[in-house]
């Protein structure tokens, strides 16, 4: 007999560590509702991680078994479970931030303390931190060189789901609900996080969007993304599949440009395996920054303003589309996620951790690894980052990427009826025209141009230049 630990890979298919433990097998299936962790939790994670565990238990009474859940602190219970089934040894597939780590090394000490067997095994990415390294140092800070290495390396396939003779037959007692665990209701729909929901994402994305994928990825009004964020994020699918379904496409791409655009989401996939090894091998990154200015950067306070950028009241029509889709759907698209984040960080000069901290809030796909590195990237403080130059025009960005202001109107209903060209020129109206054109909505909370020069100089000043 032996246990897996189910953590962040909430399916049977593909699932690296569980086949491992069925190769031992029976196995007994486990959850453990840690507090340590749920310290860190929002409602939009507990809603998605409720609805994934109901979805893995469903899929372990088809099988005739079950999926055990406990609560409390795993150094005392996991040794204590597979103790009491005389089971040989417990397994888990491996995370990277630096509390998973920290936990996963102390949980491995007590087993072993217990004389039991404490098996981890790489199975949300292809290529573990450590893996992929340049001649000197133990991880890329650069993407491309990284990104080479990473699309040449062989990539493993799918692995089997368990049969339902791998598993053991014991009994799991009812879920929690969000409540119990002292989560209130999110604020955003929450979301769906089972297996089926994310194989339907992905055969409705390989079967249309990942062939115009280069193009269409930058324009939040279209379907042109997977959408598979959340579910790679509770491992509702496992990375070999999704890889695999992208190899099927390059096979059937009709051309040139298909493939291209079939890579370009592919280079995606490394992205989130670049962040995971630079957050393993710094993980202090959480809070600080990965590249410090020699005389540090003075961000302001700004309380008000931040609260309008939470809001969606910035006056800034893509800027306020992006929160308030952030709110209503716990989702923000990636070209707007950049927009938001440089409007903060430059725009507003407000630090990125208070972002980081509303992120991680609100997204259901928040990722320690992705979403640190999306805000230190905006910020210009991370790996690879936009230069401190390069500010983002939150009014061309809309111009250029919602250019029939779908995305905006969707958001802001307040701009519904509002012509396009003034939608994009809001900044440039007279106020009688705004009041006139949409009176709920609000004046521009800065002017962006001036905002620039300031944050030219903030950056100046931090790199010793000012
Ligand atoms: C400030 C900021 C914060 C972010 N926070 C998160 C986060 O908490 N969780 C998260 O998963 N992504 C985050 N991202 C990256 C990206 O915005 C999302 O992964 C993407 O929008 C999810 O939508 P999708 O699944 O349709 O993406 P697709 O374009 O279909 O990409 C497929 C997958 O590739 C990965 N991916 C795509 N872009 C990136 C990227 N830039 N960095 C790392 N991985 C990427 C994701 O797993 C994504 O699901 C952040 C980006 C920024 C700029």
């Known amino acids: 007999m032996y246990v897996h630990w189910h953590r962040r890979d909430l399916r049977l298919a593909d699932n690296r560590g569980l086949a491992a433990a069925a190769d031992r097998g029976p196995v007994v299936p486990v959850f453990v509702f840690d507090d340590a962790v749920l310290e860190h939790a929002s409602p939009i994670r507990i809603a998605g991680l409720l609805s994934g565990l109901a979805a893995l238990r469903e899929r372990y009474r088809e099988r005739g078994s079950d999926l055990v859940t406990l609560a409390g ?78 699309r040449d390396r062989e990539k493993a396939d799918p692995v089997e789901a368990p049969a339902a003779s791998d598993l053991a037959d014991v009994s799991g007692e009812a879920l929690p609900s969000a409540a119990d665990l002292g989560f209130p209701e ?38 042109g993304t997977s959408r598979l964020s959340v579910h790679l994020k509770w491992g509702t ?121 509303w992120y991680r809030r609100k997204l259901a796909d928040h990722e320690t690894a992705n979403d640190v590195g999306g805000w230190q990237w905006a910020a210009s403080t991370g790996t690879d980052a936009q230069p401190y130059f ?18 905006v109107r969707e958001y802001v209903p307040e701009l519904a009826d509002v012509p396009t060209d003034a939608i994009h020129s809001w900044h440039e109206l007279s106020v009688r025209r705004r009041r006139e054109l949409a009176p709920e909505y609000p004046d521009p909370i800065v002017d962006h141009v001036d905002r620039r020069e300031e944050a030219l100089e903030t950056f100046k000043r931090a790199r010793g230049e000012g």
């Open 73 to 150: 602190d795993p150094r005392e219970l996991l040794p204590g479970l597979a103790d009491d089934l005389g089971a040989e040894g417990v397994g888990w597939n491996d995370d990277y931030s630096g509390l998973a780590a920290e936990r996963d090394a102390s949980v491995r000490a007590a087993l072993e303390g217990a004389g039991l067997e404490a098996e981890s095994h790489r199975d949300a990415v292809f290529h573990g931190p450590g893996s992929i390294t340049p001649n000197q140092g133990q991880f890329y800070s650069v993407y491309s060189y990284f990104w080479k290495k990473w």
């Open 390 to 407: 390069r500010i983002f025009n939150p009014m061309t960005q809309g111009e250029r990427y919602d250019p029939d202001a779908a995305y």
């Open 186 to 223: 999110p604020e955003a729909e929450p979301p769906t996080v089972r297996p089926e929901a994310a194989r339907e994402q992905l055969a409705r994305f390989v079967d249309g969007p990942i062939h115009r994928y280069d193009e269409d990825r930058d324009y939040p009004g279209r379907a």
């Open 237 to 357: 699918i496992g990375i070999r599949e999704v890889y695999a379904a992208t190899v099927e496409a390059l096979e059937g791409a009709d051309d040139e440009a298909e493939r291209e655009a079939i890579e370009e989401f592919q280079a995606q996939l490394a992205w989130r395996e670049f962040y995971a090894h630079v957050l393993h091998f710094n993980p202090e990154t959480v809070r600080e920054d990965f590249n410090e200015y020699e005389e540090g950067i003075e961000w302001r306070e700004g309380p008000e303003e931040l609260s309008a950028w939470k809001r969606g009241e910035t006056g800034y029509p893509v800027v306020d589309a992006g929160m308030r889709q952030l709110r209503r759907e716990g989702y923000v698209h990636n070209r707007v996620r950049m927009i938001v984040a440089s409007f903060l960080t430059k725009d507003l000069l407000i630090d990125w951790r208070e972002g980081y901290d």
